[in-house]
T-cell receptor, first 110, second 112 residues
Framework: SQTIHQWPATLVQPVGSPLSLECTVEGTSNPNLYWYRQAAGRGLQLLFYSVGIGQISSEVPQNLSASRPQDRQFILSSKKLLLSDSGFYLC?????????FGQGTRLTVV | QKEVEQDPGPLSVPEGAIVSLNCTYSNSAFQYFMWYRQYSRKGPELLMYTYSSGNKEDGRFTAQVDKSSKYISLFIRDSQPSDSATYLC????????????FGTGTQLKVEL
């Protein structure tokens, strides 16, 4: 099965600062990769998904972007963070039908 | 209407009880159904995965899918305090791993 590495675990950033969250995958090739944001009581909101290098689909218009420079690397970025970007961000990889998650990054924008 | 509906709870049960967690969905194209368990401040971990309708059992956990009613369930027998967590249902269409759709999660507390 896959292992999803995601870091950092917690992050506090000022409004207007840039963001870069990195996710790497072990144990599979050419996985589907996802970035989710989880807010209390709202479940998991899909932000981006990627089916291959350089292929990114955005699910919601927002202040964030994603890139996949390598097969097993998925990066979530922002040029200027907003207070509303605070939340719990999860990277996931899907091998066929099952998705496996990283441990998440709790982002607080202050 | 959300594609996947799940009661957020919280659901509180005594140790040893049988727990029933449920989701309903509206998209008849969903074919793959999953249950995830998430402890506080951790990423979700896959518990059960089923394809199409039917039952699947794994130890104390049983997953049921009723596609005709667009209803899925997770049963936990002999519940333990360590089962206290948020349980999320997830499902996807014919493409499988693409675009998993999640419920909001049900918070479960098993009390001594």
């Amino acid at each position: 099965s896959q292992t999803i590495h995601q870091w950092p675990a917690t992050l506090v950033q000022p409004v207007g600062s840039p963001l870069s969250l990195e996710c790497t995958v072990e144990g599979t090739s050419n996985p589907n990769l996802y970035w989710y944001r989880q807010a209390a009581g709202r479940g998991l909101q899909l932000l981006f998904y990627s089916v291959g290098i350089g292929q990114i689909s955005s699910e919601v218009p927002q202040n964030l972007s994603a890139s996949r420079p390598q097969d097993r690397q998925f990066i979530l970025s922002s040029k200027k963070l907003l207070l509303s970007d605070s939340g719990f961000y999860l990277c996931a990889g899907a091998d066929r039908t099952e998705a496996f998650f990283g441990q998440g990054t709790r982002l607080t924008v202050v | 209407q959300k594609e996947v509906e799940q009661d957020p709870g919280p659901l509180s049960v005594p140790e040893g009880a049988i727990v029933s967690l449920n989701c309903t969905y509206s998209n008849s194209a969903f074919q793959y159904f999953m249950w995830y368990r998430q402890y506080s401040r951790k990423g979700p971990e896959l518990l059960m995965y089923t394809y199409s309708s039917g039952n699947k059992e794994d130890g104390r956990f049983t997953a049921q899918v009723d596609k005709s009613s667009k209803y899925i369930s997770l049963f936990i027998r002999d519940s333990q305090p360590s089962d206290s967590a948020t349980y999320l249902c997830a499902m996807s269409g014919p493409g499988g791993g693409n675009k998993l759709t999640f419920g909001t999660g049900t918070q479960l507390k098993v009390e001594l």
